[in-house]
């Protein structure tokens, strides 16, 4: 019977066939313990040499890593392996038998790995990283599409920018000047004018030549976007969100968060509500915290926002910051014009800001405002303008990056290794 390795729980003590890979092997005179893996887990082969026949045991025993494979044998507990499963070798077949892999279990500099991504992706702690993130995309979705938010596709090629135009990635659209989406906020806030409550998930590009732990040229970000929903609602929406995200994963991938050593304790206390700060007090605790270069009206730096976080054991949104160092798009403050109803949401443990998000503006006479004071005349906000020409509405969005929280979740300290084929100031490849 053919099976997988996430399937054995269902086959104990029965007879099955899995096609794997050999990630590891040590073998004595007397008996081999060879690691497989399916792309499903891994799970442990043992080939005992009196139990089978010559040749298998000396296939066992030759066979070189991450060559390709059918094992077949019994499945029986084992409460020493995460899986809890161990697999008893009858017989081997090899696909193929691999020439020496360039991967050893010795240990490898990160530019070696980052060249052999390829590769690399097959490691364990790799694919944990890569199970986790898949959770956090099927949780997302359940989360949005169980609270009646519609998913919306923004385009990718676009002739106008959303969060300014200094990091955009310019190409040519036949005889257009065309840039590749850094967010699809502005598409979205129009499909929240048709749909009301709606998400997107998709890649997003930015031309940083910042080179930190951070930051990735080419990420994916979720994008909710909600009509009748102000700054507070829209706070609690995201508070929500991560927590389900959290919980997810805590639910579902258990056996790759102990291959991560994340430090559970500090994931499970991770439910709605999150507390706040205003930037203003923000900027007290930062002096108070001995940051004396920091003054009113100045963005937050990296860190920053980790001393921020120190103080709470959640994510933490700083509300308020100033209108001067945010999007054109953000509704002022009515009790205080000189800051915008926005928030930033910073994950806990030095992970930094997940997300951000505001209320935006839906008053036409201060949207035309805006368009002049950044200088915004071009044809190609002109759509925008609209959206607060035909019933405007109150409306608030957020994004949310998805390497970083991946990042934060798994408990991996750069985003390189959160997205398969990362994208770097000077890596496009592999
Ligand atoms: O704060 P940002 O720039 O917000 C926007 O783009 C809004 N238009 C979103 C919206 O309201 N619809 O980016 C949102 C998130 C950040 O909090 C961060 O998690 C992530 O995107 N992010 C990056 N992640 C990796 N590499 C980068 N270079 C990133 N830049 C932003």
């Known amino acids: 019977m053919k099976t997988t390795i996430s399937q054995v729980h269902k ?16 073998s004595s005179g007397k008996i081999a313990f060879l690691q497989l893996r399916d792309g499903t887990g891994f799970i442990q082969g043992v080939v005992v040499k009196s139990d089978v026949d010559e040749e298998t045991f000396n296939l066992a025993k030759n066979i070189t890593q991450e060559s390709s494979l059918y094992v077949s044998g019994k499945i029986v507990e084992d409460s020493r392996s995460p899986l809890g499963y161990e697999l008893q070798v009858s017989s081997l077949e090899v696909i193929q038998q691999a020439e020496d892999y360039p991967i050893t279990p ?27 993130r898949n959770e956090i995309i099927r949780s997302t979705y359940e989360f949005f599409n169980t609270n009646g938010y519609t998913k919306i596709d923004p385009p990718i090629l676009t002739g106008s920018s959303a969060e300014g135009s200094t990091e955009l990635f310019h190409t040519k659209y036949f005889e257009e000047d065309a840039y590749l989406s850094q967010s699809g906020q502005l598409y979205m806030e129009a499909a929240a004018m048709a749909f009301g409550k709606v ?10 030549k910042s080179k930190t732990r951070r930051h990735l040229i080419e990420f994916w970000m979720i994008e909710p976007e909600m009509a009748f929903m102000d700054h507070e609602d829209s706070l609690e929406v995201q508070e929500q969100y991560v927590s389900h995200v959290v919980q997810s994963v805590l639910k579902n991938c258990a056996i790759e968060l102990q291959t991560l050593e994340r430090d559970v304790s500090k994931l499970e206390n991770i439910t709605a509500p999150f507390p706040r700060i205003t930037y203003d007090d923000a900027v007290t605790l930062l002096k108070e915290k001995g940051f004396d270069d920091i003054e009113w009206g100045e963005d937050f730096g990296a860190p920053h926002e980790t001393a921020i976080a120190e103080s709470y054991d959640k994510p933490v949104f700083i509300t308020h910051y100033p209108l001067d160092i945010k999007a054109f798009y953000m509704k002022p403050d009515p009790n205080n014009p000189d800051v915008a109803l926005c928030a930033d949401l910073i994950a806990p443990e030095g992970y930094g800001e997940i997300i951000g998000g505001s209320e935006r503006i839906n008053d036409l006479d201060l949207m035309k405002q805006r368009y002049e004071e950044h200088d915004l005349t071009d044809d190609a906000y002109k759509w925008y303008l609209e959206l607060r ?20 979740i798994a408990g991996v300290e750069h985003v390189r290794e959160t997205i398969p084929f990362p994208r770097l100031l000077n890596r496009l490849y592999p």
């Open 106 to 132: 010795k240990e490898h500099g990160t530019e070696f790995l980052m060249d052999h991504r390829h590769l690399w992706l097959r490691s364990k702690k790799q694919h944990a990283i890569m199970k986790v």
């Open 389 to 408: 020409q035909y019933g405007t509405v109150p409306h608030s969005g957020f994004g949310l990056g998805l390497e970083r929280t991946v990042a934060w």
């Open 11 to 26: 086959h104990l003590e029965e007879e099955v066939t899995i096609g794997a890979w050999l990630a590891n092997k040590r």
């Open 199 to 208: 998400f997107s998930f998709g890649p997003t590009f930015r031309a940083e």
